[in-house]
Nanobody, 123 residues
Framework: QVQLVESGGGLVQAGGSLRLSCVASGSIIRINAMGWYRQAPGKQRELVASISSVGSTDYADSVKGRFTISRDNAKNTVYLQMDSLKPEDTAVYYC?????????????????WGQGTQVTVSS
């Protein structure tokens, strides 16, 4: 079994910064793409940023130039550095990773989600 645990959320004033971390643990063979999503009240969950196993990144237009995604493969960890935060960034942030693990005697790649961490940006 594999799991993701996020940390680093909290309350910050507009213009401030936060750094989110997400650690994968369990019976991991390989971690493929990793990403951060967010869901604000009354809205659908949206992709914020993603990073491939070799470090290629992609960002939502709303966060380009302000957020930076990175990963440390040796630590099975993905980070999201969030700068110049705005009140509209307020949401629950979720980590997602495509993790290869053994299930039922064969290798399967599972889309795995963390439990979420709250980010609140005050104006």
């Amino acid at each position: 079994q594999v799991q993701l645990v996020e940390s680093g959320g909290g309350l910050v004033q507009a213009g401030g910064s936060l750094r989110l971390s997400c650690v994968a643990s369990g019976s991991i063979i390989r971690i493929n793409a990793m990403g951060w999503y967010r869901q604000a009240p009354g809205k659908q969950r949206e992709l914020v940023a993603s990073i491939s196993s070799v470090g290629s990144t992609d960002y939502a237009d709303s966060v380009k130039g302000r957020f930076t995604i990175s990963r440390d493969n040796a630590k099975n960890t993905v980070y999201l550095q969030m700068d110049s935060l705005k009140p509209e960034d307020t949401a629950v942030y979720y980590c997602k990773a495509d993790i290869s693990t053994v299930r039922g005697g064969s290798v399967r790649t599972l889309a795995t989600w963390g439990q979420g961490t709250q980010v609140t940006v005050s104006s």
